[in-house]
């Protein structure tokens, strides 16, 4: 028992998963600390003390930035886009994948095939023509001009999450519905819908985080300053000829907060979702 006991505790396998994720850990907060702690510092200590502790903590870089306006204001335009990025993802790839994994008819897998296609193009290939489109429909300088090209590029990967996930739905609820009488639509929204939480918060946290922080297509669409959202608003503290990074460091870190506390209310749900259907029996 006690040998037993002592193989397991250290099982080789076990050791190298936790030094494999203590790795990651630190791969992944060293950056967010070295960035909060850089915005505790002044320019100078910045620059001679980039990853320690502050010597003289200048509270007064955070407070700067919380009581301008103009923070709010990109704040703001970035909520909006993003709510409209994911409202309209979650509308249309909810619909697309319903049909996709329940709607049999010809052409059906040629059409998913050539929707995953978009998986293989980032947005910045096609910036050119993005821009293009967007002028002759008249949506330059809006949210919508920033919005609908980023649900565009999202619906791939959303459908085939959604997809996945309606496809695991037993297959007897719908046809005792249709039976019944119940219509697509109805099964959709009564039944599919509501059993479908997690993946739709899996779904709409990535479309959120992905709008969010996107950087390309705010640049090329919106000329407006009034609606810049928060990356572009990062251009307010970068000079012709030098850069005040310490509130660059202070502005990222405040506006990286919300989707942090997103992805941290959310992460049942996102856990729940990618992991539907991996298991079977």
């Known amino acids: 028992m ?13 050791l190298f ?15 967010l600390l070295a960035t909060l702690l850089g915005g505790f510092k002044s320019l100078g200590e910045l620059r001679v003390n980039p ?19 103009r923070y709010w204001q990109l704040l703001r335009n970035s909520l909006v886009i993003s709510t409209l990025a994911v409202t ?7 619909m697309a994948a319903f049909t996709f994994a329940h709607v049999r008819f010809f052409g059906s897998s040629m059409l998913l095939s050539y929707l995953t296609l978009g998986l293989l193009f980032p947005a910045a290939t096609a910036v050119l023509p993005l821009f293009i489109k967007v002028r002759d429909l008249g949506l330059l300088d809006t949210y919508f001009g920033v919005a609908l090209p980023q649900v565009a590029f999202s ?7 959604l997809r996945r996930f309606f496809k695991d739905i037993p297959y007897e609820l719908l046809e005792a519905a249709l039976v019944d009488g119940c219509s697509y639509i109805k099964f959709f929204r009564y039944v599919t819908l509501p059993l479908s939480r997690p993946i739709l918060a899996t779904v709409g946290t990535i479309t959120f985080v992905n709008s ?5 297509l705010p640049l090329v669409m919106l000329n407006t300053d009034a609606l810049y959202p928060w990356p572009l608003g990062i251009m307010v503290y970068q000079g012709e000829y030098s850069s005040e990074w310490h509130l660059i460091l202070a502005f990222i870190t405040l506006t990286i907060l919300p989707t942090i506390i997103l992805f941290l209310l959310a ?14 029996g």
Do not use: C
């Open 155 to 161: 619906l791939a990967m959303s459908v085939l999450l």
């Open 17 to 31: 998963k936790a030094l494999f994720l203590g790795l990651v850990a630190i791969f992944v907060l060293v950056p």
């Open 51 to 69: 990853f320690g502790l502050p010597s003289h903590w200048e509270w007064q870089n955070y407070a700067d930035i919380l009581f301008s306006a």
């Open 2 to 14: 006690n040998s037993t006991g002592a193989r397991h505790a250290f099982d080789p396998a076990v």
């Open 88 to 94: 309209l993802t979650l509308i249309t790839a909810s």
């Open 267 to 280: 992460q049942k749900h996102i856990v729940a979702g990618l992991t539907a259907g991996a298991v079977k």
């Open 212 to 216: 969010w922080n996107a950087y390309l």
